[in-house]
């Protein structure tokens, strides 16, 4: 008598599946587990170093914060003189983003658009000075406005770590053999 051979091909695959199945489960239980900061560090003293050598007024930029503050991004963007803008992004050491952001246009529209439509609700004391507050639906802000230029720190980290940020700022020292760049001037 001859073997059906749908029966045999039906049972040959799940016992193909099954096979599999246990090499699958075996690897999620017993596979390595990378327990590596997924956040990828970068090295922004280079960007602010030559950004700050062509900005119109003085980047800012922290020193002396925690290893734990990670830079993940930074960025100027001189394109338009009058509207310059500085950022340099961080996930804090309670893995929560913080940024720095500067510009010279109009303080109200740079706030808006950095603070993520944040409403002023006060003031926090930062090393002294007073920094306008924000709270919003995504971020927190604290926010200066001094000479022309907004300097503000945002982002979901509390305000208690965005006031830490913000009194680490400090403005960029020349590179070695280099100050500042000299105004264009025209011959009278």
Known sequence: MAKKRGLETV????FSLGAVGIVVVLLLLFGR???QDPVKPIDYTLKFQQASQVAP???????????RWR???AYFDGTDPDETTWHIGFINPADEYAAVEQGNGTPDDFVKDKGKN????GFVDVAGEQWKSYDG???RSLVRVENGVTTMVTGTATYEDLATL?????PATPLPGMGP???ATTAP
């Open 166 to 170: 913000a009194a680490a700022l400090r």
């Open 181 to 183: 760049i000299p105004a």
């Open 137 to 139: 639906p995504k971020y």
């Open 118 to 121: 944040g409403r002023p609700v």
């Open 71 to 73: 830079p993940t991004s």
């Open 11 to 14: 049972r040959d695959m799940v």
């Open 33 to 35: 587990h990378s327990e």
């Open 57 to 67: 007024y003085p980047l800012l930029a922290p020193e002396g914060l925690a290893e």
